[in-house]
């Protein structure tokens, strides 16, 4: 009887966390889709580092916060910025240069030999580094915003919770049949 008690208890406890898990997958990737892949917290966009340009600082694959610049042309020399390119790529490095009272800046990954080619308008500014990062999360979180990603992390609860319920419902309809003799239902 306590042995079926605590079979009961821990599957309940792994049904609950599949439901969490769930909703919490669905929050996040429904919440990327409608923001266009960017993650805002409390103010502050989370960004993930796709290369190794501002190694050791910012690891590969790491997730680093950044926030909104009240002025685009009051940066100094060593300020971490994150800028658009013309190309439209986001990078984040390091100003090694001011030019043009701030409305230019030259940018250097610190991994890297050489200075960026083209310097940063101001006005490319997309935000400033706040010193915050977690190593190893933007690959998970590059992972659910794919294709593959989203549908793998909504499928798989969802088709867990499934067989999970189908299993339920098994064992109740068995212990129906098997009351008819007047036991009742014990769920």
Known sequence: MRGKRIGKLFGNGVMGLICILLLITLFVVVFMRASGGEI????????????????????????????????????????????????????????????????????????????DSEPVLAENIVGVYTGFSIPYVGYAVNFANSSTGVALLLITPGFCLLITSIIIIWRALRKLEGGKGGKQLEL
């Open 40 to 115: 805002s917290l409390f103010g502050y966009q989370l960004k993930t580092v796709l290369s190794g340009s501002m190694e050791p600082d910012m690891q590969t694959g790491s997730i680093i916060a950044i926030e909104s610049p009240t002025n685009k042309e009051d940066f100094q020399k060593g300020d971490i910025i994150t800028f658009q390119t013309k190309e439209g790529l986001i990078v984040t490095h390091r100003i090694d240069e001011v030019k043009n009272s701030g409305k230019q800046y030259i940018t250097k990954g610190d991994a890297n030999n050489a200075p």
